[in-house]
């Protein structure tokens, strides 16, 4: 050995630590292992605050609806699901929770058939108005009541796809139609009447407008049938 330089046998063959983390290869393998190490890195992070999750069930619901009392009304509720429509595992679930709050109430349940509650306020009320492999889960409610006021709650699982969130739908019983449902069927009855006296308007027009003509066509046929005196 040279002056200035210590050779120490128990240090040949060692590899350069860094921060108590062994890193072997060249310094171009080196290089490429830290970026790809940070990446998965950062996707076990969001994976595990949950950011990386995906629902495979997507409901769709009208939100609020206003039904006069006694009359019938359509829920609609329909999804999208990111494995493929199975009618024979599809499971829709409906529930109703009280306007004025208390425990939700089983209300309709389909799986390969409806199952319509047999019991209690809603018994022989619902009706099943879906169509699975469109994507549609919905009821009708028969002659709603002021009591069936509250949030209707639509949940479906199409296996794999068992998790996602709910739709939910706040229906309004009311005693009498609002004024804005006045207002449009006022507009609705007063348009349809309005093109009714239009179209008559103008077949009466068209009627005179030819009998018109017929009678002008009748008065100039003896008048180029009439010779000039002037000719005798």
Known sequence: AGRGQ?????????????????????PAQQTMSLPRFWFLAVLTGLAG????????????TSGNVEAVNGTDVRLKCTFQSSAQINPSLVVVSWTFRPLAGGQEISLFHYQ?????????????????????????????????KLTYNGTYICQV????????????????????????????????IGSTIGCIVLLLVISLCCRRCRKRQRLEGNEEAPCKERKDPAAW
Request: charged letters at 15%.
């Open 112 to 144: 390969q058939q409806p199952y319509p509650p047999l019991e209690g306020i809603f018994r022989k009320k619902i009706l099943w108005a879906g169509d699975l492999m469109g994507g549609d889960a919905s009821i009708i409610i028969r002659e709603v």
């Open 49 to 60: 605050s949950g950011v990386l999750q995906v629902s495979g069930i997507r409901i769709y």
């Open 6 to 26: 210590v050779h120490h046998p128990s240090l040949e063959g060692l590899q350069p630590v860094c921060s108590g983390v062994r890193v072997s290869g060249s």
């Open 157 to 188: 699982k199409n296996p794999p796809d068992v998790h996602g969130p709910v739709g939910e739908i706040q229906l309004r019983v009311v005693l009498t139609a609002s004024f804005s449902d006045l207002l449009i069927l006022a507009v609705a």
